[in-house]
């Protein structure tokens, strides 16, 4: 096949807005996409190969018809897009050339047409699995850095509490405060999960939030002393549980609030008075503000990952075909650390 | 009278803890009490004669019975305590000696015996009125301080928005504000109160909140830009509405929640994804925490009171007899700045 020439595009798109739990058929799988593989005279796009794609919480916020959130919603009848990984097949961009392999936004799709490249991450290590550019090297490994270095502020020794605790990002945050000497404890949603946490990440108290009946009991109960640091991936009742456990002068770095992001209505949290008492800052971050420290953290992350040092746990989903069931998963806790959809092997 | 006599003092108890709205009857004033003028041979106690009692909305969490809370709760049956001006009438501590004025917590007594007189500030300048030191010039007068320009971190031209506006607090917050170039905006419960914002705070806009259908469409309507700092003291449906409003990279000094102490159970607070999505800052402060600065913050706004640079509004009640009606007012909004209560002129 000549470059130039069109070739078939599989896309995965959003049918329409999406209100309570989203839902496979929520997304159509279109095989009559066309693309070319070869960009413009003139142009400074890239096409690139898709090899991963990376999904993410966030992800269901784009999925509403809103115009206040930090991302611009999909586009219904449009591929939706993501972080992903994958390899520049024609460049018109100084910066990238065939064959180089870069990570940041691309579409839900086989190839995709980059019309803005800068955006992009050029992969330069690849003696580590290239997925891990969707997770502990990409986007989740940055929040992950700055929500608990940068906006958590630890100290060797406190008391750190991570919801979400398996994820993506809660098993680096976990891993990170271990590294610094914390006492970490954590929740996920399945016994699983609970095991992985204790066993695979080093955390030193884990619970299954789904078996507790109160959970200001369990956590009274894993962290007598109080909290520090909460790391903040679920909001709803965890939060309001939490705040009545925070230490003095403790830190919550809110990352996320994925129990609520399926809700009508957002619960609401009833124990912000803790604020004040325990004079606590509660500060939301997003990654992108922090990207300019990206080549810091990988350069530190790295090593720890070749001297096994730091673990990260994936669960892959094979063929694009897949990668609907993949993302709504995310909302029931299906996957079990970071989850990434294999489009293609390079 | 020799002074070592006992003499007659006057007290206000607390029957018994309060739930929901605190009303006169929860408070008895007791005529029996006596006190002696003189401290016991060889303590470092300070008895002193009080002169204004300071009215603060954080006194209503010491009506109930909790142990979560930062201060002790109020003991039923016995005079309660507060902040106030009052005059050393004997001293066993070589830091203070009859006739020196102080501020400082004693009990809402005519007399109080002082056991810990290193709590108490000494008072160096009266050319100011003495009141001052229940509001401008102290805890009040400090804590705008400490939330505003140190958990704030004001910018110049940034914009500010203030509940409680009127308030003790309140007040100085928005001159803070103004000091700093800021557009200030601020919201008090009656028209009277949104007046003085306009016409003597020097506010650039306030509306009545009680007169409001829509929260969030007033807050638009007189930040139409957004907010930066929010500086909060009523928490409930206007954080809600606040959260909608902030600007990127806002701040949230939390020093109160005066619209929550009287329910049973708190509203949520249902839009902090907006923590996230604007990166917001959102902190808990206690004003004890910042006192080592008071002397600072005392040298910078005494040159400022007398040039007329800033002003106080305070509301006088006369008479222990009536402080019980001045502290619950407050939970009504009766009073119109900074309460105070007059037990003795000098």
């Given at each position: 096949?000549?470059?130039?020439?069109?070739?078939?595009?599989?896309?995965?798109?959003?049918?329409d807005?999406?209100?309570?739990?989203?839902?496979?058929?929520d997304?159509?799988?279109?095989?009559?996409?066309?693309?070319?593989?070869?960009?413009?005279q003139?142009?400074?796009?890239?096409v690139v190969?898709?090899?991963?794609?990376?999904?993410?919480?966030?992800?269901?916020?784009?999925?509403?018809?809103?115009?206040?959130?930090?991302?611009?919603?999909?586009s219904?009848?449009?591929?939706?897009?993501?972080?992903?990984?994958?390899?520049v097949?024609?460049?018109?961009?100084?910066?990238?050339?065939k064959?180089?392999?870069?990570?940041?936004?691309?579409?839900?799709?086989?190839?995709?047409?980059?019309?803005?490249p800068?955006?992009?991450?050029k992969?330069?290590?690849?003696?580590v699995?290239?997925?891990?550019y969707?997770?502990i090297?990409?986007?989740?490994?940055?929040?992950?850095?700055?929500?608990?270095?940068?906006?958590?502020?630890?100290?060797e020794?406190?008391y750190?509490?991570?919801?979400?605790?398996?994820?993506?990002?809660?098993?680096?945050?976990?891993?990170?405060?271990?590294?610094k000497?914390c006492?970490?404890v954590?929740?996920?949603?399945?016994?699983?999960?609970?095991?992985?946490?204790?066993?695979?990440?080093g955390?030193?108290e884990a619970?299954?939030?789904?078996?507790?009946?109160?959970?200001d009991?369990a956590?009274?109960?894993?962290?007598?002393?109080?909290?520090?640091?909460?790391?903040?991936?679920?909001?709803?009742?965890?939060?309001?549980?939490v705040?009545?456990?925070?230490?003095?002068?403790?830190?919550?770095?809110?990352?996320?609030?994925i129990s609520?992001?399926?809700?009508?209505?957002?619960?609401?949290?009833?124990?912000?008075?803790?604020?004040?008492?325990?004079?606590?800052?509660?500060e939301?971050?997003?990654?992108f503000?922090?990207?300019?420290?990206?080549?810091?953290?990988?350069?530190m992350?790295?090593p720890?990952?070749?001297?096994?040092?730091?673990?990260?746990?994936?669960?892959?989903?094979?063929?694009?075909?897949?990668?609907?069931?993949?993302?709504?998963?995310?909302f029931?806790?299906?996957?079990?650390?970071?989850?990434?959809?294999?489009?293609?092997?390079?």
């Amino acid at each position: 096949m000549a470059e130039g020439d069109e070739v078939s595009n599989k896309q995965v798109i959003l049918r329409d807005y999406v209100s309570g739990f989203p839902e496979e058929t929520d997304f159509e799988l279109r095989t009559s996409g066309k693309i070319r593989l070869k960009v413009a005279q003139g142009s400074k796009s890239v096409v690139v190969k898709n090899l991963y794609l990376s999904c993410d919480p966030y992800m269901r916020n784009r999925m509403k018809n809103s115009t206040g959130s930090y991302v611009a919603s999909f586009s219904p009848g449009s591929p939706i897009t993501g972080n992903g990984v994958a390899k520049v097949i024609d460049s018109g961009h100084p910066n990238f050339k065939k064959g180089d392999l870069v990570w940041g936004i691309i579409g839900w799709e086989e190839y995709s047409l980059i019309t803005e490249p800068e955006t992009l991450f050029k992969i330069e290590h690849t003696d580590v699995p290239l997925s891990y550019y969707t997770g502990i090297l990409g986007m989740p490994g940055m929040t992950a850095y700055a929500g608990f270095y940068e906006v958590g502020s630890p100290k060797e020794g406190e008391y750190v509490f991570i919801s979400a605790a398996s994820g993506a990002v809660g098993q680096l945050v976990g891993q990170f405060a271990k590294l610094k000497n914390c006492y970490v404890v954590g929740t996920a949603g399945s016994k699983e999960k609970v095991d992985l946490l204790k066993n695979k990440f080093g955390f030193d108290e884990a619970f299954n939030y789904k078996e507790e009946q109160d959970l200001d009991k369990a956590l009274k109960r894993c962290l007598p002393d109080g909290i520090d640091i909460y790391f903040e991936n679920v909001g709803g009742k965890m939060l309001d549980a939490v705040l009545l456990n925070m230490r003095l002068h403790g830190r919550i770095p809110v990352c996320g609030m994925i129990s609520q992001y399926n809700l009508e209505e957002p619960e609401g949290a009833h124990n912000l008075f803790c604020l004040i008492s325990k004079r606590v800052r509660m500060e939301g971050f997003l990654v992108f503000d922090y990207y300019p420290m990206y080549p810091k953290y990988r350069d530190m992350v790295l090593p720890l990952i070749r001297e096994g040092k730091i673990t990260y746990v994936e669960d892959i989903a094979e063929g694009l075909e897949n990668a609907p069931k993949a993302l709504i998963g995310l909302f029931s806790g299906r996957n079990i650390g970071k989850q990434v959809v294999l489009v293609a092997r390079e």
